[in-house]
């Protein structure tokens, strides 16, 4: 059955991966299942095509058959469940890399994304200079719990896991401001998971879309 997600036709992020099509683009490459792209403007997003796959106009979506999925938590646990290589055998084991997965979606991700948004969306309020080192040292508390609690192991819990995708996949928007390199063993867990080369095929993947060349003609 043919796969196709959706993803930004250009990513703002001019192909750093950081737009989430990404995560499921590795999920996909995670579990070895071919897929094909259906790159969307931003104005295309809003029309009533795309909001019939996802409600919220956004990308990545996903379609296999008559399933359509959107939210990339979702995208990705479906993809673990039918098939094999993100998720452990072991009942127990499969229980806690679900609970990472929700642990980066939920709990790391969240002050993450404030952060991002205070240093993107709020550099001219009068109160930016105040807010924006309170926002990231929530970031900083998070993290930093994180990494004691992964200590000195390679994954959060075992063998790489779905919960291991997601989490790398929400730490590596902590890169850009400098806040994730301040916690080294988080920074070197990052890396692994990028040095996967499930990661470095998704990666390339959209890289290869967001430096393309547009049409001339
Ligand atoms: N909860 C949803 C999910 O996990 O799938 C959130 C999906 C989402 O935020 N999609 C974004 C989107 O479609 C793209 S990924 N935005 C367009 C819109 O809402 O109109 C978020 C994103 C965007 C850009 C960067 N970047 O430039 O670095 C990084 C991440």
New binding site residues.
């Given amino acids: 059955m043919t796969v196709t997600i959706t993803a ?1 036709e250009r ?4 192909g ?1 991966g ?4 990404t ?1 499921v683009r590795w999920a996909l490459e995670e579990v070895g299942q071919p897929y094909e792209v259906r790159l969307v403007s ?1 104005r295309a ?2 029309e009533p095509a795309h909001l019939s796959l996802h409600p ?5 979506t996903y379609e296999e058959g008559e399933l359509a999925l ?4 979702s ?1 990705v646990f479906h993809l673990a469940e039918r098939r094999p290589g993100l998720l452990p055998q072991d009942a127990n084991a499969r229980a806690r890399a679900i609970t990472w997965m929700f642990a980066a ?1 939920s709990t790391i991700e969240p002050p993450i994304l404030e952060f991002t948004n205070a240093k993107l969306l709020e550099a001219d309020k009068p109160w930016h200079a105040e807010r924006l080192p309170i926002v990231a040292d929530r970031v900083r508390d998070r993290l930093r719990l994180l990494s004691a609690r992964l200590g000195d192991a390679e994954w959060l819990d075992g063998a790489f896991s779905a919960g291991d995708l997601m989490m790398v996949s929400v730490l590596l ?1 902590a890169r850009p401001s400098g806040i994730l390199n301040e916690f080294p063993s988080l920074a070197a867990y990052v890396a692994r998971g990028e040095a996967r080369p499930a990661y470095q095929r998704a990666f390339a993947a959209q890289l290869a879309v967001n430096t393309a060349k547009p049409a001339t003609d």
């Fill in positions: 930004f990513s703002p992020d001019g750093k950081l737009a989430r099509d995560r931003f997003m809003k919220f106009g956004q990308i990545p959107f939210e990339t938590g995208i979606l928007r």
